[in-house]
């Protein structure tokens, strides 16, 4: 229905340039059957050079800012539960299994501690190839590595598996890690 109502504002533009989607907001009133008064619904329709259709977001709200207002602040939202949810897959710091709520506080506050960890690698040292991993991608590929340190006469060798990280890549986070040493080591 909400599909029907939007239709006349679905008329694909005369031009659209390569990189620069066409990007148009909507709002009207709108009732289901099983609401008791109408709400507001929000449009947010999109054409990028070479799609057929457009890429349509549809959210009925109460609240009052203009239409493209609505769709940033919901945009935000949206990006701050991925957030919640790369925590809790990611860190699984929704493990509070202790019997006592002391226990519990401790175990979160470790696992924030660690997600912000991540974060902060994430952020600061890793290579541009990585930069867009999420945080269980860094722990499968990088912390959970298989290693073997060997002892030599006047050296040690760390000997890691080069499945998910190339040695180059591990040498720029080693090489990125020591510059944000505060005292040279």
């Given at each position: 229905?909400?599909?029907?109502?939007?239709?006349?504002?679905?008329?694909?533009?005369?031009?659209?340039?390569?990189?620069?989607?066409?990007?148009?907001?909507?709002?009207?009133?709108?009732?289901?059957?099983?609401?008791?008064?109408p709400r507001r619904v929000v449009s947010k329709i999109e054409w990028h050079a070479g799609e057929l259709f457009p890429?349509?977001?549809?959210?009925?709200?109460?609240?009052?800012?203009?239409?493209?207002?609505?769709?940033?602040?919901?945009?935000?939202?949206?990006?701050?539960?991925?957030?919640?949810?790369?925590?809790?897959?990611?860190?699984?710091?929704?493990?509070?299994?202790?019997?006592?709520?002391?226990?519990?506080?401790?175990?979160?506050?470790?696992?924030?501690?660690?997600?912000n960890l991540g974060n902060s690698l994430r952020r600061l040292v890793l290579p541009k190839e990585m930069a867009r991993?999420?945080?269980?991608?860094?722990?499968?590929?990088?912390?959970?590595?298989?290693?073997?340190?060997?002892?030599?006469?006047?050296?040690?060798?760390?000997?890691?598996?080069?499945?998910?990280?190339?040695?180059?890549?591990?040498?720029?986070?080693?090489?990125?890690?020591?510059?944000?040493?505060?005292?040279?080591?």
């Amino acid at each position: 229905m909400l599909e029907r109502l939007i239709e006349p504002h679905l008329k694909r533009p005369e031009k659209l340039e390569s990189g620069q989607p066409v990007v148009t907001y909507h709002d009207f009133a709108y009732q289901a059957g099983t609401w008791d008064r109408p709400r507001r619904v929000v449009s947010k329709i999109e054409w990028h050079a070479g799609e057929l259709f457009p890429r349509v977001g549809l959210m009925v709200t109460n609240r009052t800012d203009p239409a493209q207002g609505v769709v940033r602040f919901y945009n935000g939202r949206g990006t701050c539960e991925q957030w919640i949810k790369e925590g809790k897959h990611a860190v699984e710091w929704m493990r509070l299994s202790c019997h006592a709520f002391e226990r519990n506080a401790v175990r979160l506050a470790l696992f924030v501690l660690a997600y912000n960890l991540g974060n902060s690698l994430r952020r600061l040292v890793l290579p541009k190839e990585m930069a867009r991993w999420s945080l269980t991608s860094l722990r499968e590929r990088l912390v959970k590595i298989g290693a073997r340190l060997t002892r030599h006469a006047r050296r040690l060798v760390l000997q890691m598996a080069e499945v998910a990280i190339t040695r180059d890549l591990f040498a720029q986070i080693l090489s990125r890690i020591r510059l944000l040493s505060p005292v040279p080591t």
